[in-house]
């Protein structure tokens, strides 16, 4: 009975690796650029079909795929914070909401004219097939998912940490003034946080059609998604974004398990609703000065 039990939780930490690049993304853009992105599930869903088009039409491999997409991702959020979202940087918080969720909704009404509402399948030779390590038995495919997912977040890790760039970005999040009064290009490096933000949902979502079927409805659901786990992370947290989707990971597995998949969600927010209540400012988030 315990190895069921721990099938569950490896399974859900392996998906909460996903969840947790996902909204590693909505992390940095808020934490830098202090913008919501209400529109970050439609882009996941987009990053979603682009590996679905890049596999079904020339054959590339998802986690291949992951990269071309990562890097398209970048230079559309890189464009749209240059010349959109900018503008609206500083303005009341209900003009970027109506901003963004009007972006959203554009997003899945091109989905649906393009592909429809039907579910799209990637199909993977090597969805079914599993691992076996002791006890465990573990899906191929959601363990290289998980490793794919785990170097993109080191690689973001190590980029805000050691190159100069990260230092520079990292500077404009703890203090704005001060970043411009030392001649910092603030509106460069938050145009590179929103592109940088997008390249980790472009490389969750090319991740997440190795487990899940493409549907232009997910939109709001991982947009959901992504605000429980930063929340419960701690908001502008990148850490914290991990941490939340672990355990938000880890929680769905075993109410899907435990319950009913259809209660998955539930367990998800009674756990928000606990970090909200016993520690406001989220797991690994500061104290609001």
Same mark, same amino acid.
């Given at each position: 009975?315990?190895?069921?039990?721990?099938?569950?939780?490896?399974?859900?930490?392996?998906?909460?690796?996903?969840?947790?690049?996902?909204?590693?993304?909505?992390?940095?853009?808020?934490?830098?650029?202090?913008?919501?992105?209400?529109?970050?599930?439609?882009?996941?869903?987009?990053?979603?079909?682009?590996?679905?088009?890049?596999?079904?039409?020339?054959?590339?491999?998802?986690?291949?795929?992951?990269?071309?997409?990562?890097?398209?991702?970048?230079?559309?959020?890189?464009?749209?914070?240059?010349?959109?979202?900018?503008?609206?940087?500083?303005?009341?918080?209900?003009?970027?909401?109506?901003?963004?969720?009007?972006?959203?909704?554009?997003?899945?009404?091109?989905?649906?004219?393009?592909?429809? =509402?039907?579910?799209? %399948? #990637?199909?993977?030779?090597? $969805? @079914?097939?599993? *691992?076996? /390590? !002791?006890? &465990?038995?573990?899906?191929?495919?959601?363990?290289?998912?998980?490793?794919?997912?785990?170097?993109?977040?080191?690689?973001?890790?190590?980029?805000?940490?050691?190159?100069?760039?990260?230092?520079?970005?990292?500077?404009?999040?703890?203090?704005?003034?001060?970043?411009?009064?030392?001649?910092?290009?603030?509106?460069?490096?938050?145009?590179?946080?929103?592109?940088?933000?997008?390249?980790?949902?472009?490389?969750?979502?090319?991740?997440?059609?190795?487990?899940?079927?493409?549907? =232009?409805?997910?939109? %709001? #659901?991982?947009?959901?998604? $992504? @605000?429980?786990? *930063?929340? /419960? !992370?701690? &908001?502008?947290?990148?850490?914290?974004?991990?941490?939340?989707?672990?355990?938000?990971?880890?929680?769905?597995?075993?109410?899907?398990?435990?319950?009913?998949?259809?209660?998955?969600?539930?367990?998800?927010?009674?756990?928000?609703?606990?970090?909200?209540?016993?520690?406001?400012?989220?797991?690994?988030?500061?104290?609001?000065?």
């Amino acid at each position: 009975m315990l190895a069921i039990y721990l099938n569950v939780v490896v399974q859900g930490v392996l998906t909460g690796l996903l969840y947790g690049l996902m909204a590693l993304g909505l992390s940095a853009i808020f934490g830098v650029v202090r913008v919501v992105n209400f529109a970050h599930g439609e882009f996941a869903v987009v990053a979603m079909y682009a590996a679905f088009v890049l596999f079904r039409v020339y054959g590339i491999d998802p986690m291949w795929a992951m990269l071309p997409i990562a890097v398209a991702f970048f230079v559309i959020g890189y464009a749209l914070q240059h010349t959109v979202i900018d503008a609206f940087v500083g303005r009341p918080d209900h003009e970027q909401f109506i901003l963004l969720v009007g972006l959203a909704i554009v997003i899945t009404n091109g989905l649906l004219l393009v592909f429809g =509402p039907d579910a799209q %399948p #990637a199909n993977l030779p090597y $969805a @079914f097939d599993s *691992v076996m /390590v !002791g006890p &465990l038995i573990i899906d191929e495919v959601r363990v290289y998912a998980a490793v794919a997912a785990l170097a993109v977040c080191a690689a973001l890790f190590a980029f805000f940490r050691f190159t100069r760039t990260g230092t520079a970005i990292r500077a404009c999040a703890d203090n704005l003034v001060g970043a411009a009064v030392v001649g910092l290009n603030v509106r460069r490096l938050y145009a590179l946080t929103f592109g940088l933000g997008l390249a980790c949902v472009g490389a969750a979502g090319a991740l997440m059609i190795t487990i899940a079927d493409a549907v =232009p409805s997910l939109g %709001p #659901a991982y947009t959901l998604l $992504a @605000f429980t786990i *930063v929340i /419960v !992370g701690g &908001l502008g947290s990148m850490t914290g974004a991990l941490v939340g989707g672990l355990l938000i990971g880890v929680s769905e597995a075993l109410a899907g398990f435990l319950v009913a998949p259809s209660m998955k969600s539930m367990f998800s927010f009674a756990l928000l609703i606990a970090v909200l209540v016993l520690r406001p400012q989220g797991l690994l988030g500061k104290k609001p000065a």
